[in-house]
């Protein structure tokens, strides 16, 4: 009996451990995206078992399951979503971003969302002449300070919008030409789509490392999304200009507006396919098939990994909520990309 004893713990300590022992992927990070009635859900992306290493949420401060979660265990990435005045002369951002870092270590920032699109088509819509004001004002400062900004997400690295802000932008910077640091970009397609987003954005900015912040394939079958996200992530992981990259889909099925198949999450809380591939789980299903725990909650499945719905209380930060406001407009353009 003791030898049995013995060697059952044993198999659990070296269970626990090899569960603990999960290497952070550098490039792999999340779109988080909670949902006031599953805040619960926000616990499985921040495990210490899962290879996400960073996150961003539309917004400029943490999430509120998160904001106790230091950066080295879980980087957090502000973004300035927009202009918070029309003309663009506010300072908002920079003060709050000032404030942020006197108690975290904030390494880079992403800028604008679309800019170049109408608030209709789900952009924060700003002219050049106006985003360059925002980011001269706002985000040339925090560089300055060491922290590494991004180029602003437009749809087209070659549309009508980047060469006039940057124009601007260099004239409002004392004849300066305005610096950044990094590339983020969108794409909603297939492996194919993904490829030729990539290169195009590294051909219009050479050297520049590429942030693929938001990426799937909306609105397809359950194999053809399974078979998309393995070999995305394989290209992704190997592709050396690829810095970071977030699959779009931190979400239950019911609350997707990019197809149930994309989301990471069942109606019941419990991992697709989809979600325990990208935190690195292994499954027995191959692409198409549905996992055996995808419609029901148990002890060992449990509704977002800390509680059912009954448990949930809204949980969202200022900063969430704000994001939020205007990340509606994201939402309901964004499969359009």
């Keep these: 009996m003791h ?5 059952l713990l044993s198999a659990l300590a070296a269970t626990t451990a090899s569960a603990q022992a999960v290497t952070k992927n550098p490039k792999r990070g999340l779109v988080s995206t909670p ?71 904030i390494s880079h920032v992403i800028t604008f969302n679309l800019p170049d699109w109408s608030f209709d088509k789900g952009g924060s819509q700003m002219s050049p002449e106006v985003g360059a004001r925002v980011y001269v004002n706002n985000i040339l400062p925090l560089r300055e300070q060491g922290v590494k900004v991004s180029l602003p997400t437009v749809s087209d690295p070659k549309g009508s919008w980047i060469e006039p802000f940057m124009n601007n932008c260099t004239k409002l910077n004392d004849d300066k030409p305005c610096e950044f640091d990094f590339v983020p970009l969108h794409s909603f397609g297939g492996l194919g789509t993904l490829k030729e987003n990539i290169g195009k954005w590294e051909a219009a900015f050479p050297g520049k490392p590429i942030w693929v912040t938001e990426f799937g394939y909306a609105d397809q079958e359950l194999i053809t999304t399974e078979n998309f996200l393995n070999q995305s992530l394989k290209y992704l992981d190997e592709h050396k200009t690829v810095e970071r990259y977030a699959w779009f889909g931190a979400f239950r099925e019911q609350n997707s507006n990019v197809g149930p198949n994309m989301a990471m999450l069942t109606s019941y809380g419990n991992l697709t396919n989809v979600g325990n591939w990208y935190l690195g789980k292994q499954t027995t299903e ?26 949930a209380g809204v949980r969202m930060s200022v900063g969430e909520v704000a994001g939020w406001l205007m990340v509606g407009f994201v939402q309901l353009g964004m499969f359009f990309l």
Aim: proline content about 8%; some cysteine.
């Design 35 to 105: 949902h006031v009635d599953f805040p619960e859900d926000s616990t499985i992306w921040s495990d210490e078992t899962t290879p996400l290493s960073w996150y961003w949420n539309f917004a400029n401060e943490p999430g509120e399951s998160y904001k106790d979660i230091p950066q080295e265990k879980f980087e957090f990435v502000p973004t300035m979503w927009g202009a918070y005045t029309s003309n663009g002369t506010d300072t908002f951002f920079l003060g709050n971003l000032t404030a942020l870092m006197k108690t975290r270590k």
């Design 3 to 7: 030898l049995l004893t013995t060697t």
């Design 286 to 311: 191959k692409p198409g098939q549905r996992p055996a725990n995808a419609n029901h909650c148990t002890a060992d499945n449990p509704c977002g990994g800390s509680g059912t719905k009954k448990n």
